[in-house]
């Protein structure tokens, strides 16, 4: 059967087998119908079949009237952020994220160059029967613009963030190992690092667009990375995903510094300078709130995804956020995951610091995360979390994204997946054996209801 993932960033799906020219047509139309006129900044990720994608989605979209400006293969944020500083009326970003070869998407945008809310994706999607037959005359048709302006721009405001001192950055000559996984990373990260006056061992850095490891930047997948940056002594390991919104780094011991602490590192930095609210999702570590403490700030939490985080952020007039699998949002550049932003605030960080990285992670609160997953078969999702939040009702719960429960010594988060009958369990505490066996205890507990 297909395989075609459809939710409030886009669509998603194998190539050849989900993801095919028609369904490529029939969402870029709806879409196209749903902003109505202007200019669509296009943009993708490395993967081989991006070249395929793109002109599909480029043929449709001026077939449509619109202007089409392509910048080419870049980050994710390189085309929300293009979309922004040009004015234009949407973007799509063409890439699968942390998703293996096969697999890729249409990453739609909005006006102000971010993730179309629930509410914009509602009308889109019902848009889409009515949207098929309706294209310009050979007159009418959109204008294609190639542009490189767009990731030039990118890289030179993102080096000239407020707080970031880039001559104090080149004077530590930094010395890192730079894991691109042969994605857009590639095209940006190694030269951007050798601007602060880093030294760059580059590590899957080929412009080839074939991922030599599963992409997404876990530990169990960084084991190459995590060994070049001890053999090399580097200072840390840079790690991004293959369209470069998400931040993973590894310590100059070879460990994990753990995704969370990227956005913990991150906030800490921002609240350092300036007093305001911080925005995380429900699955984020409470260091983050520890910190907001420290310096007499608050900390707002949304639902998982990044459209939720920045609606959050923006209620609530945030000044950092992001979510725990390494997203840091910074709004002084724009609203949206940003790993050019945040190798400039860790940089900046670290070098104020004086110290090593893994120095500097025992200068964060330390917390422990266990992750489970409990397949349902014909069980409804929805009946198992009902049930869970009849039984903690008494406690402080969250039930804006399945049920978040806060105890004093962990919390944990139950969340249904959207793609499968499935629970994830997510649960964090001071004490990683704690946080495994209570992990253990709720698993239990809902094998226990059906």
């Known amino acids: 059967m297909p395989t075609l993932m459809v939710s409030i960033s886009g669509i998603r799906g194998i190539v050849g087998d989900g993801l095919d020219p028609q ?39 001026l077939a449509k009237g619109f202007n089409v400006i392509d910048i080419g293969i870049c980050p994710t944020p390189t085309v929300q952020y293009t979309v922004k500083t040009l004015g234009a009326q949407g973007g799509i970003a063409i890439s699968a994220s942390h998703n293996p070869n096969e697999w890729n998407a249409l990453k739609l945008l909005n006006g102000t160059g971010q993730f179309m809310t629930p509410e914009e994706n509602i009308k889109m999607l019902g848009l889409l029967d009515s949207s098929k037959s309706k294209f310009v005359s050979w007159e009418k048709l959109g204008q294609l613009t190639l542009s490189e302006e767009g990731l030039k721009r990118h890289v030179n405001d993102a080096m000239h963030l407020k ?33 602060f006056g880093c030294e760059v061992i580059e590590l899957d850095c080929e412009k080839t667009g074939i991922f030599t490891r599963l992409p997404e930047p876990l530990p169990e997948n960084l084991t190459k990375t995590m060994k070049a940056v001890s053999e090399y002594k580097a200072d840390l390991g840079i790690v991004v995903d293959p369209d470069v919104d998400r ?31 911080s925005v995380v999702n429900l699955s984020t570590t409470r260091a983050v709130d520890d910190i907001a403490k420290k310096y007499g700030c608050k900390v707002f939490r949304s639902a998982i995804g990044e459209a939720n985080v920045v609606k959050k952020m923006k209620e609530v007039n945030a000044i950092i956020g992001g979510e725990g699998s390494g997203g840091i949002i910074y709004p002084a550049l724009h609203y949206g995951r940003d790993a050019l932003v945040g190798i400039a605030l860790i940089l900046q960080q670290l070098t104020e610091y004086g110290g090593s990285i893994a120095e500097f992670k025992k200068t964060l609160p330390s917390y422990f995360i266990a992750k489970k997953k409990i397949v349902l078969g014909n069980i409804n999702p929805d009946d198992i979390i009902k049930k869970l939040i009849v039984k903690y009702s008494k406690e402080n719960i969250n039930i804006e994204d399945g049920l978040r429960i806060d105890f004093i010594d962990h919390w944990v988060h139950f969340r249904k997946s959207n793609t499968e009958p499935i629970i994830r369990i997510i649960t964090e505490a001071k004490n990683e054996n704690l946080a495994e066996q209570l992990s253990s205890k709720y698993y239990d507990e809902i094998k226990g209801m059906f």
Do not use: H, W
């Open 163 to 195: 707080y970031v001192n880039i001559d104090q950055i080149r004077k530590r000559k930094f010395k890192l190992v730079a894991d691109c996984v042969n994605g857009a990373g590639a095209y940006v990260i190694p030269d951007f690092l050798r601007q």
């Open 247 to 277: 931040l993973v780094l590894i310590s100059n011991d070879g460990s994990p510094f753990g995704e969370e602490n990227t956005i913990a590192m991150a906030i800490n930095f921002i609240l350092s300078k300036e007093k305001g609210n």
């Open 23 to 61: 369904v490529l047509v029939k969402y870029t139309s709806a879409y196209a119908d749903f902003i109505g006129n202007g200019t669509i900044v296009i943009g993708r990720d490395a993967r081989i079949t991006g070249e395929m994608v793109k002109s599909v989605v480029t043929g449709t979209l």
